[in-house]
């Protein structure tokens, strides 16, 4: 099963942009990677699907159009500009894997996001 | 709108048991396969258990394979976790979460509740 690495922590300054990296391990670059976003003592909700060729599907419900993905190679990006004091949260990355008879969902450990 | 609503949470010795609810509303229940998802202290994501959208597979974590059992009751629109010989590494807020199809393939965390914090402890 893929092992999906983020880095712990990340900053912007508000009103600029960050670029978030989830990474596949070897041998899974097809895969697709979904984000979640996570405000402060609250669940995480969907942000949206990422691919090889970006966005898979539709954002999660009520998704700024401030949000945008890209994938490439074993990399999948989260990109946020003109970052608000409201996107200051942990965004973890996740995917699904298996078939037939046995499927697991793996998650990176997330990052979080400081809005300076 | 979607609306989850997670209960049953709370305190348990090690070695004990605790069974977990989420009620579900605002969508056609008995047509999406459900998951428990959990989320230690200052920790990261890990997915529990997958039931799909009529009971008939269902999938667990190795860590817990064994000792949680995930089912539903589609007629009460409300998704359960029976966790049995519960450890102190268990100690998370367990949230439940709607699938996006009924079945596993291609699934993912739709929408999610705000869950309900299980402490194992003596």
């Known amino acids: 099963q893929p092992v999906l690495t983020q880095p712990p922590s990340a900053s912007a300054s508000l009103g600029a942009s960050v670029t978030l990296t989830c990474t596949l391990s070897?041998?899974?670059?097809?895969?697709?990677v979904d984000w979640y976003q996570q405000r402060p003592g609250k669940g995480p909700r969907f942000v949206m699907r990422?691919?090889?060729?970006?966005?898979?599907?539709s954002k999660g419900d009520g998704i700024p159009d401030r949000f945008s993905v890209l994938g490439s190679g074993l990399n999948r990006y989260l990109t946020i500009k003109n970052i608000q004091e409201e996107d200051e949260s942990d965004y973890h990355c996740?995917?699904?894997?298996?078939?037939?008879?046995?499927?697991?969902?793996?998650f990176g450990g997330g990052t979080k996001l400081t809005v300076l | 709108q979607v609306q989850l609503v997670e209960s049953g949470g709370g305190v348990v010795q090690p070695g004990g048991s605790l069974r977990l609810s989420c009620a579900a509303s605002g969508f056609t229940f008995s047509s999406y396969g459900m998951h428990w998802v959990r989320q230690a202290p200052g920790k990261g994501l890990e997915w529990v258990a997958f039931?799909?959208?009529?009971?008939?597979?269902?999938y667990y974590a190795d860590s817990v394979k064994g000792r949680f059992t995930i089912s539903r009751d589609n007629s009460k629109n409300t998704l359960y976790l029976q966790m049995n010989s519960l450890r102190a590494e268990d100690t998370a807020v367990y949230y439940c979460a709607k699938s996006t199809g009924g079945g596993a393939i291609g699934g993912y965390f739709q929408h999610w509740g705000q869950g309900t914090l299980v402490t194992v402890s003596s």
């Open positions: 039931i799909r959208y009529d009971g008939s597979n269902k």
């Open positions: 070897s041998g899974y670059s097809n895969y697709k």
């Open positions: 990422v691919g090889t060729g970006g966005i898979v599907g």
């Open positions: 996740g995917a699904d894997h298996g078939s037939g008879s046995n499927f697991v969902w793996v």
